[in-house]
């Protein structure tokens, strides 16, 4: 009898062990996406892995991650599991949080409708929900490109948003906004306005003293992107009634900057406030191929406007 109850251990045993090298040599057959909501059990883990044949047998992957004290280490979240990964892998991934990532890139320019409206289209956002996008976040979304998960949510991106402005404006680069004297938001209004006017990087500087120089002469900056922002349902096409419209950010019938940024500026043109190009430059004109041309005085900046804009007369240099 005692030699009946050996050979059955031995069995059981060689058994157990096939079973779990077969276990453990298991290779999923097909690739496929899944999400884990938070306080998913290690059970129910397990049962969903099995039901989408990514592991053979639930109730061994529920102990070996017990005894491999990972049973409450695996993380939440929408996992991409590829083909042919092994029962351990998944366990590593999923303890690793290697959760699939989302990019959603805001560009240098762009304003709080045109940020809201991708958010829309990316599925982050819908009519039903309450906006997170208030006026007084205008120009302090900081544009670049960031990764986030299925469970995030519009407003979680906000705050990204936000939480990455604070760490670009450092102390010292407030300090040096202050012997500018600028407040942090006379300095993001500023180079908003500088933002919008030009993509050459060459010229944020320029364009940024030819304000400043307005500014501390007290002329209207004469800015259009501004005037733009305040119009509303602006249709493209910017007429003289426009310019002569007064609205708060109308910079031709109003000197000093408007009330607030008009977009979110990149970092280039908040360190062009900063840091001008000195010079007495007063104007500037589109050349039509992406640059612009500077002036000190009305009449250069006029023949400027005819060579350039209005195609007649000699070059104003």
């Known amino acids: 009898m005692r030699n009946f109850f050996l050979f059955l251990l031995l069995v059981?045993?060689?058994?157990?062990s096939l079973k779990i090298y077969s276990f453990l040599q298991y290779h999923s057959p097909e690739g496929i996406y899944l999400y884990f909501e938070r306080g998913s059990s290690l059970r129910s883990i397990s049962k969903i892995l099995a039901d989408h044949q990514l592991i053979p047998d639930p109730l061994l992957f529920e102990i070996l991650a017990r005894l491999q004290r990972k049973g409450n280490r695996l993380k939440a979240g929408e996992y991409e599991f590829s083909a042919g990964l092994t029962p351990l892998q998944i366990m590593?991934?999923?303890?690793?949080?290697?959760?699939?990532?989302?990019?959603?890139?805001?560009p240098e320019g762009w304003n709080l409708k045109e940020i809201e409206k991708l958010f829309v289209e990316k599925g982050l956002l819908s009519s039903e929900d309450q906006t997170p996008f208030t006026s007084n976040l205008e120009g302090y979304l900081f544009p670049d490109t960031y990764l986030y998960e299925r469970r995030h949510t519009a407003?979680?991106?906000?705050?990204?948003?936000?939480?990455?402005?604070?760490?670009?404006?450092t102390d010292a680069l407030m300090e040096q906004a202050k012997i500018k004297g600028f407040s942090l938001h006379e300095w993001v209004t500023l180079a908003s306005?500088?933002?919008?006017?030009?993509?050459?990087?060459?010229?944020?500087?320029?364009i940024a003293s030819v304000f400043i120089n307005r500014l501390n002469r007290g002329m209207p900056l004469q800015t259009d992107p501004s005037v733009i922002y305040?119009?509303?349902?602006?249709?493209?096409n910017l007429t003289r009634r426009h310019l002569e419209t007064d609205t708060p950010y109308n910079t031709y019938t109003r000197t000093g900057l408007?009330?607030?940024p008009i977009c979110s500026p990149g970092l280039e043109s908040l360190m062009a406030v900063l840091n001008p190009v000195q010079n007495d430059f007063l104007y500037f004109v589109a050349k039509g191929d992406g640059t612009h041309y500077f002036s000190r005085t009305l009449e250069e900046h006029n023949r400027a406007v005819n060579y350039y804009q209005l195609h007649r007369g000699p070059p104003p240099y």
């Open 12 to 16: 059981l045993l060689v058994g157990g």
């Open 92 to 106: 590593d991934k999923m303890v690793k949080g290697e959760v699939k990532l989302y990019s959603l890139t805001i």
């Open 155 to 169: 407003k979680d991106l906000v705050a990204m948003m936000k939480d990455l402005f604070q760490k670009k404006i």
């Open 193 to 206: 306005i500088i933002e919008k006017e030009t993509a050459i990087a060459d010229e944020r500087g320029l």
């Open 230 to 236: 305040g119009i509303v349902n602006f249709d493209g």
């Open 258 to 260: 408007p009330p607030g």
